[in-house]
């Protein structure tokens, strides 16, 4: 190994060290970048290394940071986050909850399948995913409980399907995905779509065979009345305004009437106006939406401008060579390195924030990916397949580390509204299940990689 090697395993271990340090992540991927550009010089001037780290390092950043800023790709962020935000605010889940009880009232697990179906779309609605599990939190666990439902089963299928969002468009993640590698980030939509589906599925799934096999943990509610026209009718009041703005948001970019940024703009004026026609939206809520909306924005771009120019130092001492070195090198095969990227983005998502792992890691390893040679058919019409399906896995991968005890962040979403007779140990048991759905989903997605490219290819057709 050579010292520009050692300087960069030290970085990346400060890194992780100065994490649980508490200091804000943006603060620390910059001063680690400032850190060893300084080791770096100090190292070249005194000892005649050849790191090639200076002033002029700093330069480059700049430049860099500029062209971030004015990425028009980007903009589509603050649009999708308003918009979440403002579904959040606009009554649709109150209104979705108390309708699809009833459509499921006299089926065995019928409360936790509403759930499940309501994060689905949650997830397509707002993609975030702490929106969708304390949404979900507060109104369903209350009812489910007060039915005698298992504490495990509600827990696990609330904190399964509100991390959903990650996953199914318009997720934030895959923007920021698509702007990393360069690739169409309505390709990354539409790949992500059958394994989010496929994902909804196995919940549900489970849900009514747990249910059917051991009744104890869903009773039915005796109360409940038999369907009827008017229960229809209000179900079909209830899905019709969400589903309307998916479609007009997705359906544009999958179209191609709409790029990502122009659909996202529709999508917040079409939350805005949900909120509007619910009668929920006034000035105490317009304020409230714009602040949490800068706020995540503000943080992601923080993070985005940090990220930048840590990747930029790890970069100029060879860093993406060295992580390339490493991974060719091991004698596993192609799906057996793809399995060691998987994994190793599985234990980063339990103390790093998918935002790091997009920004920093997903950079360094895609270019391994596109060398391993998985041939991916592209049906002659999509561009970089394997990278499309590369990417949906580790979407996949990261919304698996959401749930995955001891840090989760969904186990801390959910435990923030949970009533104080239910602790963390409680939570952490109930989305095992879940967790082995989403390495089955996972299993399937790497076995199947056309569930993925399947459907840009037909939309380019």
């Known amino acids: 190994m050579e010292f520009n090697d050692y300087l960069v395993i030290a970085m990346f271990l400060t890194f992780i060290f100065l994490l649980f340090t508490g200091f804000p992540v943006v603060w620390v991927l910059g001063g680690v970048s400032v850190l060893f550009t300084l080791v ?34 980007l903009v589509a962020l603050p649009m999708f986050i308003f918009m979440g935000l403002m579904l959040d605010r606009s009554g649709i889940a109150e209104k979705l909850m108390k309708s699809m009880q009833n459509l499921f009232g006299k089926v065995r697990g019928g409360l936790a399948v509403t759930t499940a179906a309501i994060g689905i779309i949650l997830a397509a609605s707002t993609g975030i995913i702490g929106a969708s599990v304390v949404l979900l939190g507060l109104l369903s666990l209350p009812v ?13 299928v609330i904190a399964g399907s509100g991390t959903l969002g990650i996953l199914i468009p318009p997720s934030i993640m895959l923007v920021i995905m698509a702007d990393q590698l360069g690739l169409s980030v309505g390709d990354l939509f539409m790949g992500a779509v059958f394994p989010g589906i496929i994902l909804g599925i196995l919940y549900i799934t489970y849900i009514l065979l747990f249910s059917y096999f051991k009744p104890n943990v869903a009773p039915l509610d005796s109360e409940r009345k038999p369907l009827n026209i008017k229960i229809l009718t209000d179900i079909l009041k209830s899905v019709l305004p969400p589903v309307l703005l998916i479609v007009a948001v997705l359906g544009s970019i999958f179209a191609g009437i709409a790029t990502p940024t122009e659909a996202s703009g529709v999508g917040a004026l079409g939350a805005a106006l949900l909120a509007f026609f619910n009668k929920k939206l006034n000035l105490k809520v317009i304020i409230e939406v714009m602040k949490s909306c800068f706020n995540t924005t503000a943080y992601i771009f923080a993070i985005f401008l940090g990220a930048t120019c840590f990747a930029l130092v790890l970069r100029s001492l060879g860093g993406d060579e060295l992580v390339e070195r490493a ?60 990278l499309i399906w590369f990417v949906i896995l580790v979407a996949v991968t990261l919304q698996t580390s959401f749930l995955t005890p001891p840090v989760g962040f969904a186990l801390f979403y959910l435990k923030g509204v949970c009533p104080p007779n239910i602790n963390l ?35 380019y057709k």
């Open 425 to 459: 140990l409680d939570i952490y048991k109930s989305v095992i299940p879940f967790i082995i759905l989403q390495l089955i989903g996972l299993i399937i997605i790497i076995l199947l990689p056309q569930i993925v490219i399947w459907l840009p290819a037909a939309a």
């Open 144 to 156: 489910m409980l007060k039915q005698g439902y298992s504490k495990s089963l509600a827990l696990g």
């Open 40 to 73: 770096g010089y100090l190292s070249d001037i005194y000892f005649n290394t050849f790191t090639g780290l200076n002033y002029l390092t700093f330069g480059m950043s700049v430049n860099r940071i500029y062209k971030f800023m004015d990425n028009w790709v």
């Open 327 to 386: 991974l060719t090198g091991l004698p596993f095969g192609p799906y057996g390195i793809m399995a060691v990227i998987l994994g190793a983005v599985f234990l980063m998502g339990f103390f790093l924030d998918w935002i790091e792992i997009t920004l920093i890691v997903l950079p360094l390893i895609a270019p391994v990916v596109s060398s391993l040679g998985f041939n991916i058919d592209g049906r002659g019409v999509v561009d970089n397949p394997e």
